[in-house]
């Protein structure tokens, strides 16, 4: 599956408006799974030095198909919920949540 690595966010749509951020997002999503579990972190780019700068905290998540579609599950202690992929390959993600569709593209250093 194409989903591990860096993604960044291109533009968000609900209810047929498209909604783009200005400029550079400040911070992309890392994700990593691996046997139907996984992690996903918010990343900062740093341009100095190519890096990123990591935050501690992760959203621990599970690949679940239901109705022939497959989701990614989240549970934390304060909220559970489920992100439906729309589509996914090795340059575009897109996966909806409450009749938000998120746009990503695949971020290269």
Request: avoid cysteine.
């Amino acid at each position: 599956m194409h989903l591990n690595g860096y993604w960044k966010i291109s533009h968000i749509t609900q209810e047929n408006e498209t909604f783009k951020p200005n400029g550079e997002p400040q911070l992309i999503d890392y994700y990593y799974f691996k046997q139907k579990k996984g992690i996903r972190k918010k990343v900062q780019p740093n341009l100095i030095n190519q890096n990123f700068l990591v935050s501690e905290d992760e959203s621990n998540f599970e690949i679940i198909e239901k109705q022939q579609n497959f989701f990614l599950s989240y549970k934390t202690k304060w909220a559970a919920w489920e992100e439906r992929i729309v589509t996914l390959d090795k340059d575009v993600l897109i996966l909806e949540n409450d009749a938000k569709e998120y746009h990503y593209v695949r971020h290269s250093k």
